[in-house]
């Protein structure tokens, strides 16, 4: 029940990878994975089940299809062996630093995984010294592929086995691919074919080489032939890739379509890097230096432990980054919208702004570790979006909670009165619907807060107002037991009336009437669950 009410509560239900809506393309892009499921399930046998995002314990995530030992991610070697793998790895790192292949765009730092889930569903934390390991690397797509092109961003995670054992691979990004399972991992097929050095063993050049040549040409690296007509599993895989490159092709037109459009390609490219002039001197000294009491000296809490806000963009940033939206929306291109309760956003990963998110979140990863370990330990997904408030459109929104582990929230203007930002408890605890705190929007000013925390946004008195809203998913913190298995509390009291939702609250009608045109959601609320009231 606490799952199925999340589900219903959240604004929008997107799969951590997938980015997500109920429009189209969200359709189309499920039907594809649908596809791509059956296909696999019916050709690659144990390949399968990972399909269903079966409970994963570090021993059960860590292990590796036939012909591949992995060793338990949760325990370190009594050998004394982590240390040199460690800096060993390290080494590698390093050497392919100096001589990089062609398709090596980045490669990030060697540092202990900040999240994984032990054999009882808990959350737990590596140790530099045990391990596992993982870095980030930034790999070419396929030149002139008008679906493929653009780099394609992965992470290993290597055990003390390493180099004996291969690294756990996860592909990061909305770019769908034919032969990843919903956790955007590859399977036994993948493993099986990796390339080894003389004595068994595999190098972090070699990995790169074939993770890229398995994204981008599944077929030549299986070695399946779809022009062979006896060769069943070649045809069906054939049938898969034309399937998930149409789906891809929906959303990369529009992204090509606008490319030439845009006011500032820098904020498109992948390689180019975040500049300090975008952001407010306090905070980009705090990420410069990159120390929690650095962090702390520009945050201010509003609800202990869960509420935080600081200055981010500067004024003339915001300005930038909305001459970009309205230059969209001038464009006249198709535009998903970001959930069901807003009407007249736009998803910013849609019109090619993915690389700017992936950034901004890799820039709030320090601070999501430090104020919300486990669901802020290990972002691996987004879904960004900007929502627009005018008069004649959206004016505010229902109290609700966001389908992300932690939200950060940016106003980027422009001149309005009202719409405060509501904010009540977290979802499942006691006082859950007691109201907590009124935040104020300010240009340039962001507030991060749990996903689960309860917030709903005022009607707009004037003017018009839009915000950037970045929802931070991680796949580990979602496979653990601290999220699968949220209880309700049985509430301390009766609920303020600003913290009730008309959309999901089935008592909504005790303490507010509906609001006009809001009836019909009357009778369809779940929450509280019953026995929680």
């Known amino acids: 029940p606490a799952a199925a009410g999340r589900a219903a509560f959240a604004t929008v239900a997107p799969s951590p990878g997938w980015g997500g809506s109920r429009s189209a393309l969200g359709a189309g892009a499920r039907r594809a994975r649908s596809a791509a499921q059956a296909f ?15 409970r994963r314990s570090i021993a059960a995530a860590a292990a590796m299809p036939t012909g591949a030992t992995v060793a338990s991610h949760h325990v370190g070697r009594a050998d004394g062996r982590p240390p040199e793998t460690l800096e060993n790895l390290r080494k590698e790192l390093l ?99 990796l390339a080894r050095v003389p004595g068994g063993g595999f190098t972090m050049r070699d990995v790169l080489r074939d993770v890229r040549s398995f994204l981008l040409e599944p077929l030549v690296y299986l070695g399946l032939d779809a022009a062979v007509p006896e060769d069943e599993d070649a045809k069906r895989l054939h049938d898969v890739i034309t399937g998930v490159r149409k ?21 498109f490219d ?3 890097p975040l500049r300090p002039e975008w952001f407010q001197p306090a905070v980009w000294e705090a990420h410069s230096q990159g120390t929690p009491e650095a962090w702390r000296a520009v945050l201010k809490e509003h609800v202990v432990g869960n509420v935080f806000s600081m200055p981010f963009f500067t004024e003339e940033f915001c300005d930038v980054l909305l001459e970009e939206i309205y230059g969209f929306y001038d464009s006249g291109l198709p535009a998903r919208r970001p959930n069901s309760m807003n009407t007249y956003g736009i998803v910013l990963s849609d019109i090619g702004l993915e690389p700017f998110i992936d950034k901004v979140q890799a820039m709030l990863q320090p601070l999501g570790r430090m104020l919300f370990p486990g669901p802020g330990s290990a972002w691996d997904g987004h879904h960004c979006f900007v929502v627009r408030y005018r008069e004649g459109e959206d004016l505010g929104l229902d109290m609700h909670t966001d389908d ?10 422009k001149d309005f009165s009202g719409a ?80 009730v939702s008309y959309t999901h609250d089935r008592d909504y009608g005790i303490f507010k009437p509906y609001p006009k045109g809001k009836e019909a959601f009357q009778h369809h609320g779940w929450c509280p669950p019953g026995g929680a009231e």
Not at 40 to 54: Q, V
Not at 99 to 123: N, Q, S, T
Not at 404 to 413: A, E, H, I, Q, W
Request: include cysteine.
């Open 40 to 54: 696999i399930a019916t050709e690659f046998g144990p390949l399968a089940g990972t399909w269903r995002h079966p």
């Open 95 to 193: 050497c392919l630093r100096a001589e990089p292949p062609d398709f090596l765009l980045r490669a990030g730092e060697m540092i202990a995984a900040p999240l994984l889930v032990d054999g009882d569903g808990a959350p737990v934390h590596a140790t530099e010294e045990a391990g596992p390991w993982t870095a980030e690397f930034l790999l070419a797509g396929a030149d002139g592929d008008p679906v493929f092109s653009d780099p394609i961003r992965i992470s290993l995670l290597f055990c003390s086995g390493w180099p004996m054992e291969p690294p756990r691979v996860r592909v990061h990004g909305l770019l769908l691919f034919a032969m990843l399972d919903a956790e955007r991992r590859p399977g036994q097929r993948f493993y099986s074919r």
């Open 247 to 267: 789906v891809n092709r929906q959303r990369t037109d529009v992204i090509r379509k606008y490319a030439p459009l845009a006011r500032r390609p820098e904020l």
């Open 270 to 272: 992948a390689r180019s």
């Open 404 to 413: 992300s582990d932690v939200t950060f929230n940016v106003c980027l203007g």
């Open 420 to 499: 405060g930002l509501q904010f009540c408890g977290a979802m499942g605890d006691p006082d859950h619907r007691l109201h907590k705190f009124t935040y104020e929007h300010r240009k340039g000013d962001g507030v991060l807060h749990l996903g689960r925390q309860r917030h709903g946004a005022d009607d707009i008195h004037s003017g018009e107002r839009l915000n950037l809203v970045l929802w931070s998913h991680s796949s580990v913190w979602r496979s653990s037991d601290p999220f699968r298995c949220l209880a309700y509390s049985r509430e301390v009291g009766p609920p303020d009336p600003a913290c």
